[in-house]
């Protein structure tokens, strides 16, 4: 079914509307060349209710179904409305298997746990599915974890492989017309649309990944490219949350290209860590604690979105790149996420619900189980520490050693002070400053309290008046919020 509501209650990207829209066409249509009966709501069907439960209700009534049998939702308000659903027909969930962590096995490894780390979740998960583990049920390569090796800046001369290009077919074209016809106004262009939309297509994803993409993950996992947007990623988030590849395959690969020699340990470790470590962890976290996760903000931020998130009108070379990749392509990479628009966010104060419904709106892989732990939790740090054990805050100097940004800026990264000092200078100090109560105690804090405690006093006050005038020279996205989604974007867009 495609349904109005489900395109809009963010304003989702373009690009993700048409990736779903028409991987569910050609999903139908496979269904009936096997010979299932398929019945296909489209979004322009006169009786299509728009809604997605009373959609359902009318066709089961339409075909005198039994009951309504459906994939455990990846959202809690979805999960609400169908466990609070007293209609005449019954709805049964089915247990989601694109993951390889069931609620219950992941609430039984939380059981009596004080303190929840994703490393130690990660651990478990391997030998509970034997990936990366040799025979002596130790961890392959001697090491459970390679991090320290995954932290190369960017280098003078790259060699990126351009993605696979997916030729859009009938269905993909007559898609993209009517989500530029229906939902155009959202941020977001169609023009770079290049996704998967069949199974085949995201197993040649897949398979170019690991060729040609996955020897050097490692290495530039956190590297920052002004004119790349994908470096080595996988680009294949999109079609593991939507289901046309499975977590455990995507994992096997990378193993295999281990054992085969053409990918280092330190890369496919790496990788299989995202999936089998973060991607589950955050599931987990999740639906362990919704609803109430959602209404934390611990750090108490009360600021509303910048208004050049929605128009990349800023004069931050970085943050101006990440937000035009995000609106070509439906994508920045985990480091664009969390250190440049994660981080310029969380140094202004930016408040939860802003920030993930901007998160929630513009991603090609964007779903609320996955997308509240990171900005949340992850980047927000407003739940006091629970997902991660401290901030990811920095200042202009960790985006000048992992990127090719600021020597393109207006800005200058070297100075915190004047009127062409880079922002994230300032602001870190007045973001330190600030929260001073909730992290100075923290141990993996205290290195730097140690630097600001030891600056002088009008150091300290000279960089709280240049990071409260840059932020009083911001522009913000107002209103934004539930139900009045697009007004933000639309003031931001006119005013851009
Ligand atoms: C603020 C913020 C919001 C995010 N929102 C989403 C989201 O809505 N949906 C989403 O799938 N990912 C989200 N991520 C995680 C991560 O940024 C994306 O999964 C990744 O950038 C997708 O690109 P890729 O497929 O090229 O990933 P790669 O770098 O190639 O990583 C491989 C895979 O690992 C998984 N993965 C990596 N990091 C994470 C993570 N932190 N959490 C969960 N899975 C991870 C993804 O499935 C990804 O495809 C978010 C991260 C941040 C910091
Ligand atoms: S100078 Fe500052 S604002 Fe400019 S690109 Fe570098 S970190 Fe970003």
Redesign the pocket.
Known sequence: MEVGQEGRYVPHHPQKIAFLFSAMRHFAGELEKKGFRVHYSHLDDKDNCQDLLEEAERLAGRYRCDDIRVTAPGEWRLAERIRKRRGTISWHRVADDRFFCSFDAFAEWADGRQRFRMEHFYRWMRRETGILMDDDGEPLGGKWNFDHDNREPLPKQLDVPCPVEHRADDITREVIELVGTHFGEHFGNLEHFNWPVTRRQALSDLRH?IERCLPR?GDY?DAISDDHA?LY??????A??AGLLRPREVCEAAEQAYHDGSAPINAVEG?IR??LG??EF?RGIYWLNMPDYKRENRLEADRDLPAFYWSGNTDMRCMRRAIEMTRNHA????IQ??MV??NFALLCGVKPEALCDW??SV?I???EW??L???LG??LYADGGYLGSKPYCASGKYIDRMSDHCRQCRYDVKKSIGEDACPFNSLYWYFLERHEKQLAGNQRMKLIYGSLHKMKDDKRKALREQAQDFLDSLEYAPAYGRGEHLQGYRRAKTAG
């Open positions: 990944f993950f996992q994908f990623h996988s680009r294949l988030s999109g593991l949350n990788f995202q999936i973060w991607r955050v994508y920045a990479h985990h996420r969390l628009t994660g998160y929630l991603y892989d964007a779903y996955v997308e732990p990171n900005t992850m980047v």
